[in-house]
């Protein structure tokens, strides 16, 4: 059975920010909720300025996006996106699919926004509506739509409508002006503060066009504008490209190519040596190059950051507490016990099939272990592009790292079982020539103040998971997105590993 490592919901997640997703939802009336869709056919007063790319992956073409703005009868403007691309991992061709809608009010303001993604087997339907002291979203996965409603100090951008936004500050333009602003991921669900620097100047034809560095949090991304808002290019750390095309050269795909393969494209290599046998490694110290070894995380006795060393420790099964309840009665640990938008505890499905893998466990140890065993040996490994639901992946049954980690932290929480998900790397010498570290998520449980919070791999049925298993976050998709400040940077010198 093949055994998956990357971190694709993240590279997906990635993706989605750097095309500027915002979404663009078809909901059928028995699923939709109260929350008014965007209508253009109403909405649309003048015609539409569109602008075709063509999108790269470290030069190679891989899809193709277009983008518009419409004018709407009260002032306001209509943005839209598309875009397709393909790319491979372990062999599969995965073919992704987005579309964007958003309503900017007269004053500038994002008023509303619909959410699409596709890839095949996982589909994400959304809808939002800015209010002035909330959010309120509307997503459909797995058959089942869910409400929320994030409070919110002011009304913030989103990634599509931030070159309108600098359209309208034309005659504020210039070499080294910094601006601040809220902004609101659709994707990740989380509100932050996007940095714009105007970095350079350059002249394309006889119009001046402007680079700006944009920053939310460590995810950096460039992007070169004209003062009226037209994007000509833009580029992301991860090394995808977007560039201005007429129609027909965006849409003309190469041919007789093989498709880029994101996965080993995306590998952070190792120096000094190699581990011949990673899934046994209980010790393991590396050398963090490329970046500060203090944005991997430092939490002893597990993992501990010693000047630019990281020192990753596995315990032994047998050193775990034996005796531990299954279910927690710490209010303390009530966090991780709980639903999120992604994991419905509540769901029926969710209860039940808890109750059917777990269910007369008396031992948080044994319990564990059963779990581990049961996600492993369910899930079909494939590669998957996506925001992992446990609801969805339970009844898909079918996913990578990603999709493991989801449906064992929603079964194990349903146990009362604390958990969460962890996200970083994992070395495999079982995808390229040689072995490197791979993006991966993996679980992790609590055993108790003394053992603390132990990794588990259900993706490679590991209680506990190896010492390769190097941790740079920790929590749901709007913590684990922070790991892209480190893509393309990140290298590792080997120091010891037994």
């Known amino acids: 059975m093949r055994r998956l490592s990357p971190l694709l919901a993240i590279e997906a997640a990635a993706l989605a920010l750097w095309l500027g997703l915002a979404g663009w939802l078809l909901l059928s009336e028995d699923t939709a909720g109260e929350l008014r869709p965007i209508d253009p056919a109403a909405l649309q007063a003048g015609p539409a300025a569109e602008t075709w790319f063509g999108i790269y992956f470290q030069d190679q073409k891989v899809g193709y996006a277009v983008q518009s703005e419409s004018p709407t009868a009260d002032g306001g403007r209509l943005l839209r996106s598309r875009s ?9 061709i995965k073919r992704i699919v ?19 993604m596709e890839s095949d087997p996982v589909r994400i339907l959304a809808r939002g509506e800015v209010q002035d002291d909330q959010i309120i979203m509307e997503l459909v996965q797995a058959g089942e739509l869910q409400t929320l409603t994030l409070p919110i100090d002011e009304r913030p951008q989103i990634q599509m409508s931030v ?6 500050r034309e005659q504020d333009l210039a070499m080294g002006q910094v601006f601040e602003l809220p902004y609101f991921d659709p994707v990740t669900m989380a509100t932050q503060t996007m940095r714009l620097e105007i970095e350079d100047v350059e002249l394309v034809g006889s119009e001046e066009a402007y680079w700006v560095q944009r920053s939310v949090g460590d995810i950096e991304t460039r992007f070169l504008i004209t003062p009226s808002g037209k994007v000509l290019r833009e580029e992301s750390a991860l090394g995808f490209a977007m560039v201005a095309e007429t129609r027909e050269q965006a849409e003309t795909m190469p041919t007789g190519v093989e498709p880029v393969n994101i996965i080993a494209l995306s590998a952070v ?28 995380r430092d939490e002893p006795p597990l993992q501990r950051i010693v000047g630019d060393t990281v020192t990753v420790t596995t315990p032994l099964l047998v050193e775990l507490p ?16 709980g639903s999120t938008l992604f994991m419905p505890l509540d ?9 059917d893998v777990i269910g007369d466990v008396r031992t948080r140890r044994e319990a564990v272990q059963v779990l581990v065993d ?10 998957t592009m996506g925001v992992p639901n446990a609801l969805e992946i339970l009844q898909v049954g079918q996913g990578d790292c990603n999709e493991h980690t989801a449906l064992f932290v929603a079964l194990a929480r349903a146990q009362g079982i604390p958990s969460r998900v962890a996200a970083g790397l994992v070395y495999s010498d079982s995808i390229g020539d040689d072995g490197a570290f ?20 259900p993706t490679f049925g590991q209680f506990p998971a190896d010492a390769t298993h190097v941790k740079v976050v920790e929590g749901d998709l709007d913590r684990q997105v922070e790991i892209m400040g480190v893509m393309g940077r990140l290298s590792f010198e080997l120091v010891e590993a037994r």
Do not use: M
Request: hydrophobic share 45%.
């Open 163 to 168: 070159s309108a936004w600098i359209a309208d």
């Open 374 to 383: 049961w996600v492993y040996g369910y899930l079909i490994k494939a590669p």
């Open 269 to 296: 290599q190792l120096t000094g040596g190699q581990l011949h046998q990673p899934r046994r490694t209980r010790v393991l110290s590396l050398v963090v190059h490329g970046v500060e070894a203090e944005k991997l």
């Open 322 to 337: 034996a005796d531990l309840p299954k279910a927690e009665t710490d209010p303390a640990l009530q966090p991780w016990l």
């Open 438 to 457: 791979y993006y991966h998520a993996w679980p992790e449980v609590y055993f108790g103040p003394e053992a603390g919070w132990v990794p588990v791999d």
């Open 84 to 92: 397709a691309f393909e790319v491979a991992a372990f062999g599969e």
């Open 347 to 355: 769901h029926p499905d969710i209860q039940d099939k808890a109750r």
């Open 98 to 116: 987005t579309a964007s809608d958003a309503l900017v009010d007269p004053q500038g303001q994002v008023s509303r926004f619909d959410f699409f």
